[in-house]
């Protein structure tokens, strides 16, 4: 922990603290505290209240149902996700509204209304009945940010049919092992999309995974941008001819409020990701709730979430909750600095965005590249900023406060995960002063504590394991296909009514979290979530490796940078076109995301007698760290051998 320590200590040196500013509490929906005294009172009756501000076909039965570590919200209700982001507006005359200002990277424009939406979501959901997709059947989605990519999952929730977003990103081989192991029937795709400037072919991605997954019946490409692609017959289909042949009219399929509305991967401890399942009702519940609470969402609000569909960012704070909240949001397609580093700040000068959330990688980038590009534009509109992803350091709260936020919008600092499908840990921006590179404290009703090893909550002051004691409605109900899973990950540590989240925290004399990062083999590099263990079976995966070990060290851009330790088998020889050839087939395997930013060739690796890689002084070495102990070690002349090559600077870094 003594790292944690120093971190810890490094933080707590900006003692700042911003208290919410007045006019922004006159006009705020939460201006006291009295929300949290009413939530702790009776959590139960607080999440029904606010699952009362949603459509329901059948009013729920009981408001929870808790056998540890099984839960189920809302039972006996039923309720369709689509309708509550779409037809319940259009039905109270919201149907002008804009649901979407979409821009593309080369500069067209798209306005959406929520009937617009509507519309094209019934199309699609009637198309994709019509090629045999109903209630159970899961549609994996591999897309850019497109309009169509929020049209796809809405016409999935429309049907009933469980949707598997998998980031454009990612490479075919990541496609092909989600899409298997969710058997899907069908994938919505599209020929081409834009990042910086070049073409990322995703549908040729999909036709190399697809020849290795025998559950697709069906591909429907989305037409973006024109490039040349393979068509089977039979099997491909246009989305633009589908939707022309569907009328725009699908009843909602009435859906148990724990049915299953979509399965999103993420990475765990080991080489096989996780299939995350979100419901229904609690989820739609949670989603909407934190995203009108915590972002203050208004009427006139231009909401802009600058994350990807692709993760659970989206999802909840792009999709679900925006458009349940009938609230207008920019939708980017692009990279932040294409064409140039001021693209964001345009973007949101020409819609006047009023609130920003993005991650703390991207904030850091800004940072490095300098005020002058916001300073371009005038950011004046905006009231209220965020963050998510990883801990923010407080340099860095501090610049997105000043330059973006003009010194005089809150920025909530918002803690979750995939698995827990709303933020559960953040300020209300109207009541909760802020300490920068701190997530504050609870949302209402969320109870989160710091416990030791044992499991006793730890006093003010003191860190450890961050867990939480009971049930919210949008904590992921099981791990596709695989229950046990899901226990032995984040309840088996203390018990089947605690819920490990895998995070070190701290809290401040205060009652303050402060996050500490991962606890696990997890890293978390520019905001995206990568399994140690992946990535060195992505190096392993290659005919010239005989063995890697992957550590992340703390980069001042993207969080954690990757370093990758590497053995060859005998007859290869480490030099940069190795390294070349490695770093390009880990982004074959996982994606470009996962390429190691330093690969250090070795002879052999730090191992216990038993054989385990010595991970722990893989860090030491990568982080330039005195060695700590290394009498357990079979061979520990080897360490000295690496710290040797680092120090003299045998790697190759890109
Ligand atoms: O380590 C925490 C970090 O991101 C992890 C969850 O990653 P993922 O499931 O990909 O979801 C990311 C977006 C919700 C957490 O275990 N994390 C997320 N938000 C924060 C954070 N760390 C510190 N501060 C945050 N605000």
Known sequence: MAEAHQHIAA?????????PPPDFVAGALVKDRSIYERAEADYQAFWAKQAERLAWFRRWESVMDWQPPWVKWFVGGTLNASFNCLDRHVEAGGGDKVAYHWEGEPGEQRTITYKELLDEVSRFANALKALGVGRGDRVAIYLGMVPELPVAMLACARIGAPHSVVFGGFSSDSLRDRINDAEAKVLVTQDGGYRRG???PLKANADEALAECPSIQHVVTVRRAGNEHAFTAGRDHWYHELIEEQIPDCPPEEMDAEDPLYILYTSGTTGKP??????TGGYMTAVTATHRLIFDIHDDDVYWCAADIGWVTGHSYIVYGPLANHTTSVMYEGAPDWPDKDRLWSIAERNRATILYTAPTAIRAFMRWGPEHPEKHDLSSLRLLGTVGEPINPEAWVWYWKYIGGGRCPIV???????TGCILITPLPGVI???PGSATLPFPGIQADVVDEEGNSVPLGGGGYLVLKRPWPAIARTIWGDPDRYVQTYFSKYGPDIYV???GAKRDEDGYFWLLGRIDDVMNVAGHRLSTYEIESALVDNPKVAEAAVVSRPDDVVGEAIVAFVTLKSGYEGDESVAAELREHVAKKIGKIARPHALIFTNDLPKTRSGKIMRRLLRDVARGRPLGDVTTLANAEVVEQIHDMVQTGARTEE
């Open 11 to 19: 933080l707590l040196s900006e003692e700042r603290v911003f208290e």
């Open 198 to 200: 070049a073409l990322v």
């Open 274 to 279: 996780k299939g995350i399942v979100h419901t």
């Open 413 to 419: 600092d918002t803690w979750w995960q995939t698995e």
């Open 433 to 435: 002063p802020l300490k």
């Open 501 to 503: 989240a895998g995070d």
